[in-house]
C-alpha cells in the first residue's frame, strides 16, 4: 500500500457511502451533543478532510 493507493482507495469508498444512512446507523450510538455532528457529515466534508490527510501524507 502507498500513500497515493490509500488516497484514491478513500477517495472511491467516500463517493459510494450513503452519508444520510451511515449516520442514521450510528445515531443511536452517540449522545445528544455528538449527534448534532452527524449533520456535517457528507462526500465533501469527508473529502475535505481525506484531502487535507493528502497533503500531510504525499
Known sequence: ???VWFIDAM????K???WGKAARD???FLNDR???TL???SVDFFM????????IIL
Do not use: C, E, F
Not at 475535505?48 to 497533503?55: P, V, W, Y
Open 26 to 28: 450510528v445515531a443511536s
Open 48 to 55: 475535505d478532510k481525506l484531502n487535507k490527510l493528502g497533503n
Open 34 to 36: 455528538d449527534k448534532k
Open 39 to 41: 449533520s456535517l457529515w
Open 11 to 14: 477517495q472511491k469508498k467516500i
Open 16 to 18: 459510494n457511502i450513503d
Open 1 to 3: 500500500m502507498t500513500p
